[in-house]
């Protein structure tokens, strides 16, 4: 293990000074369920830590306002998740994290901390002999011509196509969550749709988060469309893995008929990926079986397979059609 | 005594064991303990031309850094199945040479793990790369026939029994098809661990193993040391299912580097180290031509295989000695290969040659019901047999159709329709219903028990067999509580640790056979021994009257038939068991596995709500330990069907997916209820406790059994595991 300095901030601003003025190789750190998994794997090798985790008030979290749902950048995935509120009002947002990682890791991972997962891809995480661009850049992308059976199907590129492997930030891309960031020049407001990068030639950057910019907490818009909602999610066991296709869907329904849908895929592509065509062409009319189905082939339309992940394609197509149907029973 | 059940009684260890009282090797944190870590191979094959360690030596808290340089003076511990002791015949850096990625290239030890993992880090190697070969279907594989091979005959000479092929050109109705089964790992959850420390020029090894005597002999020939000057301490191993059966490669390092040091030296294999450093899995392949008459009587079956080793080491299967005696079928051919590939030497992984077969032949004997239009367990009980097909002699016990006819009845199969697709569940899932039988064979080792009573009625014994957590103890417990009426907390036993009785390998399901009798052997001849005191004492008073302090006793005991020169290989620490042809019989335990699975509609995602297993292993001893293992193997099966494959990308050589999180075993919400009973009818003519192995057989079958019930849910034959959510979409 690489030697690093370890500081427990005592406040947001002082979190965020130690960080900026702390250079390249400094990192904010949470839950530390990602980063120290990955400097064990040397994936990563921060030179000076800033535990945020104890931070006084970013734990909180509330459910319960009229016109928006708030959740501290620093609140426990297993502790949200077991919201009552949230899980009768908003299911997809509480399935999104009951379906993640296992429930020791909930319980220490952090809501903030859960959008910066970085992905899974074995070349990524194994480093020697493989190349990865994201991991030294310019070194190439083993996995395009490799086991790829778990990698991108929607927004690849020539240099990565590694799959964005988190579930909480699928669901609040559907309901169109804000994060509030704070760096060093003060305070922004980001729509989660922009948080994450498509890989492009810089798979490295994944964020549009500067490296000292901390997430504060993540606002997501009060929504009729919050409890006929599922995140429903397909993998290779029933419990901690990670999806093989994943869907989260929300519907406002007005009898039979689709008022507003919202749909955004998990585990097929290199971001949290919003599907809005498909989303359109539901509205307006009855959520038949072949509706649903039509609305997963639109969201599926742009897929590109690679050597083993064809499949997903189909089984992406299903899993929207499945998840728009257990959306429409809770209506 | 074997004519009377054993009642239920707690495990032993297991109020330890969920408290965490429980010791391991890597639970060692003594002061002034050195921790190591090991550097490995980014190449698939090939030389290290160069290794740079000077940034490793220049950690801070870096004590040693062994290369091939340091220790090419170290000699191989030998093959386990040509001789020797270890899982493989090469024993890493101790030359440049590379034989498969991942293979340990240097251990850093450090004051500290931090340390001594960057040091790890940092070992620089240049490498020649040679041209490698990973996998069955590599271009131009080297294929060895193994009837062709050195391996010694007739162990490894093809079998065969009647005309196969004649019966199999001449049937009615033949089935054909090849299976194929990918690599995978036995990941035991304590991981490969070693604490080696030296007093006196003596060196003691804690290590979680199933074999502490190979361990000892194995690193004394390493060494070129007298193996009495070594200590192997395992009194509980944390899992083996064949992964600990041999002296593994990272011993002899943790050893050397504290004898360098002078100080204790702990070394854990990390998981994804585990990959490539101790046995696997190997990849196999099947073809299968099966042969039967109009009225379903199976007349010839054809098994020929493939399966992977290493480029160093000839690894042997025997896969056809299972599948020739699962029915009775007068005419057998097998014909097994092995194909060289560049990777570590694989092992016996759970049930390593049963499984496989089975899931080929069940399968394909399940499609012969199909095409007869036949009860897959009427055809079964159909093909039954009492005399093995291959040596002519009767079975010792065989209670498969037992098996069969119970598990059906528990199961509720008679309420099983027949065509494919033609059960639902109520949440619209499709339901299917399959059924396979398994077999293993009923070995039994050599082993010295030693008992001893003392006046104030505290009771020590000593066997040669291993706690890996299937319930030895909780076994030989039962056992000296009935035999002897003593209290068990008066009991001690010392098992799994050298220095005691020879500690013989625990492994291929004769842990009970050898130990269970050998234990009522020894009870027996210390009863006989207080024979002539009065016999209203308890023993112990009975010792007191006689003025003795204490009174010890001990048996030597070999398989049937065995020859007394075994007993050198027991105590040189050399596999010293028999079976399953002994003089006069043949012995084999059975089960019988009932499986629902539930086809989800949408997304196809496999489920496994329902499993019935019933097996016979003779006499049950511990009736809790038991099922847990019958579970434990039905659970085995599930994830060998449907779940765990070690993947490999040939352009890198090793394995993929090298950590729990990608190699996907069944978690909890996987499983659902598995129903177990066993026929519990002993088999005396074997051993007088009348018992036979479990452990093993649990496993086999299982798979088949998955595989029938989603063709028989889907209509669609799958003959490649595992089965994933791909092959139904």
Known sequence: MRPFTYARAGDE??????????????????????????????????????????????????????????????????????????????????????????????????????????????????????????????????????????????????????????????????????????????????????????????????????????????????????????????????????????????????????????????????????????????????????????????????????????????????????????????? | MSDMPYPDALRVDAFDKVRGVQRYAADNARP?????????????????????????????????????????????????????????????????????????IALVVADNLEAAAEGARLIRADYAAEPHQVTLDAPEADIVAQADSPLPKPMFADVKAGEADAAYAAAAIRIEADFRHPPQHQNPIEMLSTVAEWRDGHLTVHEGTQNAEAIRHGLARQLGIEPERITVLSPSAGGGFGQKNSLQAHT????????????????????????????????????????????????????????????????????TELSARLYGIAGFRGRERLVRTDVQTPGYMRAPYEHPAAFAVECCVDELAYRLGRDPVALRLANDTTADPITGQPYSSRYLAECLRRGAARFGWDRRSMEPGSMRAEDGSLMGWGVAIGAYKAATAAAIARLRLSADGAVTFSVGVHEMGQGIRTAIFAVLVRRLGVEPGRITLEIGSTGTTPQHLTAGSWGTATAIPAAEEVC?????????????LSLAERLRAAGRPYLEVEVSRRAPGQPEAVMGRLTSGLPAAMGPAYPGYVSFSHVAHFVEVRVEPSTRRIRVPRVVSVADCGRVISPRTAASQLRGGVIWGIGAALREVSEVDVRYGGFLNADLAEYVLPVHADIGTIDVEFVDAPDPRLNAAGVKGLGEVSMVGVAPAIANAVHHATGRRLRALPIRVEDLL
């Open chain 2, 252 to 319: 002899v390092l943790a050893a050397e580097a504290a004898r360098r040091l002078e100080r204790p030296v702990k070394l854990v294999v990390t998981r994804a180290q585990i990959f490539h450093d101790s046995s696997f899995r190997p990849a196999s392949r099947h073809r299968i031509r099966l042969g039967a008459d109009t009225a379903g009587r199976m007349v010839a079956l054809i098994h020929e295989t493939d399966s992977q080793t290493s480029r160093h080491d000839l690894f042997p299967t025997q896969y």
């Open chain 2, 524 to 536: 027996d001849a210390l009863l006989r021994a207080l024979e002539t005191l009065p016999s209203r």
């Open chain 2, 32 to 104: 002034g303990l050195a921790h190591a870590v090991l550097a490995t191979a980014t190449i698939a094959r090939g030389t290290v031309r160069r290794i740079d360690a000077a940034a490793a030596r220049a950690v801070p808290g870096v004590r040693l850094v062994l290369t091939h340089e340091e220790l090419n003076g170290l000699k191989p511990p030998g093959f386990l199945m040509g001789g020797g002791y270890g899982f493989q015949s090469i024993q890493p850096i101790t030359s440049p040479h590379i034989a498969y990625r991942g293979q340990p």
């Open chain 1, 13 to 331: 601003a002082a979190a965020i000074r130690a960080v900026s003025s702390g250079g390249r190789g400094t990192r904010f750190l949470a839950g530390g369920t990602t980063l120290y998994d990955l400097m064990k794997l040397g994936a990563e090798a921060p030179e000076r830590l800033v535990d945020i985790s104890a931070l006084p008030g970013l734990a909180s979290f509330d459910t319960a306002g009229p016109r928006e749902l708030v959740f501290g950048a620093g609140a426990r995935m297993s502790d949200v998740a077991a919201d009552s509120r949230l899980v009768a009002e908003y299911p997809a947002l509480s399935e999104s994290l009951w379906k993640a990682a296992s429930q020791q890791l909930r319980n220490m991972a952090s809501l903030g901390g859960n959008l910066l997962q970085r992905t899974r891809c074995a070349y990524f995480r194994g480093g020697e002999p493989f190349a990865c661009n994201k991991r030294t850049p310019g070194s190439g992308c083993a996995a395009r011509e490799g086991i790829d059976r778990g990698h991108a199907v929607l927004g690849g590129s020539e240099a990565c196509i590694a799959t964005y492997p988190g579930d909480w930030a699928v669901a609040l891309v559907a309901f169109d969550a804000v994060v509030d960031v704070a760096g060093p020049n003060g305070a922004r407001t980001i729509p989660l749709q922009a948080l994450h990068r498509e890989p492009g030639t810089t798979p490295e950057v994944e964020t549009s988060l500067a490296r000292d910019e901390m997430i504060l907490r993540i606002r997501v818009p009060a929504t009729p469309l919050g409890r006929a909602s599922t995140y429903h999610k397909i993998r290779d066991r029933e419990s901690y893995a990670f999806a093989l296709a994943s869907a989260a869907v929300a519907l406002w329904m007005e009898g039979d008929v689709v008022r507003e849908a919202r749909i955004a895929l998990g585990g097929l592509a290199t971001r949290p990926w919003r599907a809005q065509e498909a989303e359109a062409g539901l509205v307006g009319r009855p959520l038949t079986l072949e509706a649903a189905r039509a609305a997963g082939e639109a969201a599926l339309r742009n897929a590109r397979p690679g050597h083993h992940n064809a499949f997903r394609i189909e089984l992406g197509t299903r899993t929207v059609a499945e998840a728009l149907l257990i959306a429409q029973r809770r209506a």
